[in-house]
Every structure is written in structure tokens, then in C-alpha cells.
């Protein structure tokens, strides 16, 4: 079975700071991950995807992500946070063997930037 | 292009009814994903259809929930005798075909928020 935690509900952080939402996975073999985002009442726009290579990947908005294979995280960074970064932030795995081809998500963490 | 679009986007239903929620799917997409969001949650996995085939319900909760796509591209699922506990947003996603062509992201639609009175 495949799981995803992210650990922080909520991360609170100042305009103009870099932030970090950190993601945590456990799959069989190798890992597909990505990063979504949900602004209120829409549905999960994709920010980036981790599928081999190199292990920073560049994303939508200014976001990257860090594959970290021995810690088996998925931390996702900006390196200068904007108010309008505010929304809720999920991190979801897919294995990369097998027939399965959904995605399995974390619970999500909150991310509020402060003017 | 167009995105991916539900209807209806929300749904009030008294326990004991049936609803039907929508999706379109963006042109040309292959796959089909289905996913509940429960109130403060991640999406969960319900089913998934590769064209018209439903190659994966095992997510789906009870044998009142029901997923089809005779075409291959519209997709319905079915809610039978609602529960209070099937209120959440129900999200439908696409994308092109998961094969040795590459791993595609999933594409996402604004969802159903059902909820059961």
C-alpha cells in the first residue's frame, strides 16, 4: 500500500520569505510524486511532478520540489513566498510499477503568507 | 483548450436519494479518475476507466456507488440511497494515457460538492 504524510496542517509564513511544505511518501520501488494546489471552492491545479532524473525539479508559480530518496520526501520550496500563495497545499504518489494508475494524497497543509 | 468540467457543481439530496454526477473529461484524454474529498481531507481514489473500460473500482465505499463511460469519454457517477456520510466533494480528473509514452499529470475539475440531508 502507498501513503502520503505532510506533517504540518498549517504553515504560517512572512512575504517575502522562502517557504517549505514538507511531504513524506512510502511506496513499493520507485516513486511518482507530484504537487497540487487548491484555491477555495476549485479544483487541484498541478504544480510539478518528480518522475526519474534529476532530483530538483522546477515547477508552475516560482515552486520547486527536492526528491530525497533515502529520506523518502518530497518537500516542497519557493524561494520568496507572495500573499497570493496562500491556499492548500497537497502532496500526492503514484508507484511507478503495477497496474494501479490512481494517486494517493496527503491530508494537505495549509499554507497562509502574511503581508 | 477547455479544462475539465462537472455538473452539477453542487447537490443537495435528502438520505434515500439517487444523484448522478457529471464529467467531462478534456478532449482527447484517455484516462478517467473519479475521487472523493471528504470536509479537511485529501482526495481519495474511487475508480478509474482507461476509454469505456473501468479497469479499477476499488476505491468505491459501497456497492450503492456506480461509475460509467459507455463512450469513452463522458463519465457519470452514481449515488444510490444517499447517507449523510456520502457528503463530499466528488472530483473527477483526466489525463492522456499512462503508458511508456510518459507519466502524465492528472488533470482536475472543479468538483461536486454533494451534500446529503
Known amino acids: 500500500a502507498q501513503s502520503v504524510a505532510q506533517p504540518e496542517d498549517q504553515v504560517n509564513v512572512a512575504e517575502g520569505n522562502p517557504l517549505t511544505v514538507k511531504c513524506t511518501y512510502s511506496?513499493?520501488?520507485?516513486?511518482?510524486l507530484f504537487w497540487y494546489v487548491q484555491y477555495p471552492n476549485r479544483g487541484l491545479q498541478f504544480l510539478l511532478k518528480?518522475?526519474?532524473?534529476?532530483?530538483l525539479v522546477k515547477g508552475s508559480y516560482g515552486f520547486e520540489a527536492e526528491f530525497n530518496k533515502s529520506q523518502t520526501s518530497f518537500h516542497l520550496k519557493k524561494p520568496s513566498a507572495l500573499v497570493s500563495d496562500s491556499a492548500l497545499y497537497f502532496c500526492?504518489?503514484?508507484?511507478?510499477?503495477?497496474?494501479?494508475?490512481?494517486?494517493?494524497f496527503g491530508s494537505g497543509t495549509q499554507l497562509t503568507v502574511l503581508p | 483548450g477547455a479544462g475539465v468540467s462537472q455538473s452539477p457543481r453542487y447537490k443537495v439530496a435528502k438520505r434515500g436519494q439517487d444523484v448522478a454526477l457529471r464529467c467531462d473529461p478534456i478532449?482527447?484524454?484517455?484516462?478517467l479518475f473519479w475521487y472523493q474529498q471528504a470536509l479537511g481531507q485529501g482526495p481519495e481514489f474511487l475508480t478509474y476507466?482507461?476509454?469505456?473500460?473501468?479497469?479499477?473500482k476499488s476505491g468505491l465505499p459501497s456497492d450503492r456507488f456506480f461509475a460509467e463511460r459507455p463512450e469513452g469519454s463522458v463519465s457519470t457517477l452514481k449515488i444510490q440511497r444517499t447517507q449523510q456520510e456520502d457528503s463530499a466533494v466528488y472530483l473527477c480528473?483526466?489525463?492522456?494515457?499512462?503508458?511508456?509514452?510518459?507519466?502524465?499529470?492528472?488533470?482536475f475539475g472543479p468538483g461536486t460538492r454533494l451534500t446529503v440531508t
Open positions: 480528473a483526466s489525463s492522456p494515457f499512462q503508458g511508456q509514452g510518459g507519466i502524465y499529470e492528472q488533470y
Open positions: 511506496v513499493s520501488g520507485n516513486p511518482y
Open positions: 518528480y518522475i526519474t532524473g534529476d532530483n
Open positions: 500526492a504518489v503514484r508507484a511507478s510499477s503495477g497496474s494501479a494508475r490512481q494517486l494517493t
Open positions: 478532449s482527447g484524454h484517455v484516462s
Open positions: 476507466f482507461q476509454n469505456e473500460a473501468q479497469l479499477d
